[in-house]
């Protein structure tokens, strides 16, 4: 069964911070490069941020130094994180985890429910 259960975004003032989280299918996706994507209204979905199974971690220019991928594989399920410091407006954003690249069912880019992030005052 593939599962990719995004959680944790919310409405937070500029300046504040979240943690997302994501339950992955342990069996699939712990062996896989993990990132977080995002997508703002009338913008197409970026990726904002990865992590590689042995750790190593890349970020878009736009949240280098603020946001912080991680990934605990110990558990049955590969849980990603993602902390979000110093949120601008310009984060507002539907928020999924997904592979690098996408994971495809039948050819179908798979995606899960997402999670809400708001910046504003």
């Known amino acids: 069964q593939v599962n990719l259960v995004e959680s944790g975004g919310g409405l937070v003032q500029p300046g504040g911070s979240l943690r997302l989280s994501c339950a992955a299918s342990r069996n699939i996706f712990s062996s896989r490069t993990m990132a977080w994507y995002r997508q703002a209204p009338v913008k197409e979905r970026e990726l904002v941020a990865s992590i590689a199974p042995a750790g190593i971690t890349n970020y878009a220019d736009s949240v280098k130094g603020r946001f912080t991928v991680s990934r605990d594989n110990a558990k049955n399920t590969d849980t990603v994180y993602l902390q979000m410091l110093s949120l601008k407006p310009e984060d507002t954003a539907v928020y999924y985890c997904?592979?690098?690249?996408?994971?495809?069912?039948?050819?179908?880019?798979?995606w899960g429910q997402g999670t809400q992030v708001t910046v504003s005052s």
């Open positions: 997904n592979t690098v690249p996408v994971f495809k069912i039948f050819g179908r880019n798979y």
